[in-house]
């Protein structure tokens, strides 16, 4: 089923080029019907649903209903049947349509002459008319039998105590005035009783030879040409080119060096993507990085500390991380940000005075965190900067440096965002990575190669990392990237 999904996100993202690739095989089907010939003939009857025994009263709209209904079961359930009783070839196609509004259905065969198919079409109507008449008379007398037999034991009933009754008036049988009370009591209910039963063996009988009721007009002599494999040869076509794009899409992100879909990371990193962050639509990459942070708060609730890292320096990553530790500021985390990167920074004091270089490196305890938290404008937020550049940034990194920082800073904040180094550029992003409680990798869909991307999450791996998931960036950038 993930495979199936990813294949599917890999053709909606190529879909234009399989679109294309489907018309251009539809269009070439249908030139190849105009080349090719394969005309067949077509001939219409007419049958007309109704009930036309004056027993049977139904408003035309009614009609129209059933009308409809004989059309769908005799392209479906009874077409084989009727076809066996008209010996009907298997050539010859039959369909039935019904006319909008109206008791009529217009039955079409459809075959290779002429003559075969004014023959399919009036032996099928005929043989439809007879079974429609068949099932109708079996209903009718299976409805009959039981009112039948019922009507015959009233009947008899009414003779006998209706004898008994007559005998008493003529002084020949000498009933009490109780059981002459019952019979009269019992003749009073079954006569209405047996009067209605055969007023409904009458209706039915009236029904018999009459379903529903169908009749077929004359049919017409008349056959209409047309070329079979013009509509055929367009969807075969239209099909063809549909899976022949979807091939080639397939082929195409094979060959694609680049994440630029769920799908991809999904298959290629085995990380789920947690927010995927468009470039060019500021709203809804405000809105993003809002829901990257609501599903962080929801399901990541014992994670402390959280290392934002990326393969390379080009992909974005300290925005994530800032935007992560404003928006679960805002949702009332107390937040503190690190910036554990020294990129472009000189040997001097950094402009914020100490960091986290100082913190690292400071042996004495003269340097306390909360006297180098800086305040960021905005509530429950407070930032840890990141201090002049050391000679060696690893060597600040090593011992449990930094696993006392991230405690300290505990104290001071219900989660620690740590803007860490790219992966693959620094050796201290895997330190820390590893120390925080889940780390996020941010993949750039522009940039990020897939092989940096997998080297990349095997370096986390190896240090015991608990990568939380991706965040892809620039999505909506798109195309195709064949740079090794």
Not at 196 to 207: D, F
Not at 290 to 312: D, F, G, H, I, Y
Request: charged share 20%; hydrophobic share 40%.
């Amino acid at each position: 089923m993930e495979d199936l999904r990813g294949h599917l996100e890999t053709i909606l993202r190529w879909k234009r080029l399989v679109l294309a690739i489907a018309v251009l095989g539809a269009v070439a089907g249908v030139l190849l019907a105009f080349t090719g010939g394969g005309t067949q003939f077509e001939a219409q009857s007419t049958v007309v649903v109704g009930a036309s025994s004056t027993t049977i009263q139904r408003a035309p709209e009614q009609d129209a209903v059933l009308a409809r209904g004989y059309a769908d079961i005799i392209n479906d359930s009874i077409q084989g049947a009727i076809r066996d009783g008209a010996n009907t070839p298997n050539d010859t196609d039959i369909s039935a349509q019904a006319v909008s509004g109206s008791p009529f259905v217009v039955i079409t065969a459809s075959a290779g002459s002429e003559e075969e198919a004014l023959t399919g079409v009036r032996e099928f109507t005929e043989a439809l008319v007879a079974q429609v008449t068949e099932t109708n008379e079996s209903l009718i007398d299976s409805q009959l039998a039981p009112i039948r037999q019922r009507l015959n034991q009233l009947s008899r009933q009414i003779r006998i105590d209706q004898g008994r009754i007559d005998a008493d008036d003529a002084g020949t049988a000498n009933l009490s005035s109780d059981e002459r009370n019952q019979i009269s009591s019992r003749l009073a209910r079954q006569r209405p009783e047996a009067d209605g039963l055969t007023e409904q063996v009458r209706e039915l009988s009236g029904s018999l030879g009459n379903p529903n009721l169908i009749t077929a007009f004359p049919a017409s002599d008349e056959t209409v040409q047309s070329n079979d494999r013009l509509v055929a040869n367009g969807v075969l076509g239209l099909v063809g080119g549909l899976l022949l794009g979807a091939v080639l899409a397939l082929f195409l992100n094979a060959l694609e060096l680049r994440l630029s879909t769920p799908g991809q990371v999904r298959r290629r990193l085995g990380l789920e993507t947690l927010a995927i962050v468009p470039s060019s639509d500021p709203a809804r990459r405000v809105e993003a990085y809002q829901a990257l942070a609501n599903k962080l708060a929801l399901t990541e609730q014992s994670c402390r500390s959280m290392a934002v890292t990326s393969p390379a320096r080009e992909d974005g990553k300290s925005a994530v991380a800032r935007n992560v530790a404003r928006y679960r500021a805002e949702l009332g985390d107390q937040v503190v940000l690190i910036d554990a990167t020294f990129e472009g920074r000189s040997n001097g004091a950094s402009p914020a005075g100490d960091g986290l270089a100082e913190l690292l490196s400071d042996q004495s305890g003269d340097v306390k965190l909360g006297e180098v938290l800086v305040d960021s404008n905005i509530a429950n937020l407070r930032l840890l900067p990141a201090g002049a550049m050391p000679k060696d940034p690893y060597a600040l990194f090593s011992g449990d440096r930094m696993s006392k920082v991230l405690e300290e800073a505990s104290l001071f904040a219900d989660l620690v965002v740590i803007n860490a180094p790219p992966v693959l550029d620094s050796a201290e992003s895997q330190v820390i990575c590893s120390l925080a409680d889940g780390a996020l990798l941010v993949v750039d869909a522009g940039s990020t190669r897939t092989a940096r991307a997998s080297e990349a999450r095997d370096q986390l791996d190896r240090v015991n990392a608990e990568v939380l998931g991706v965040v892809l960036r620039d999505a909506a950038r798109g195309g195709m990237s064949l740079r090794p």
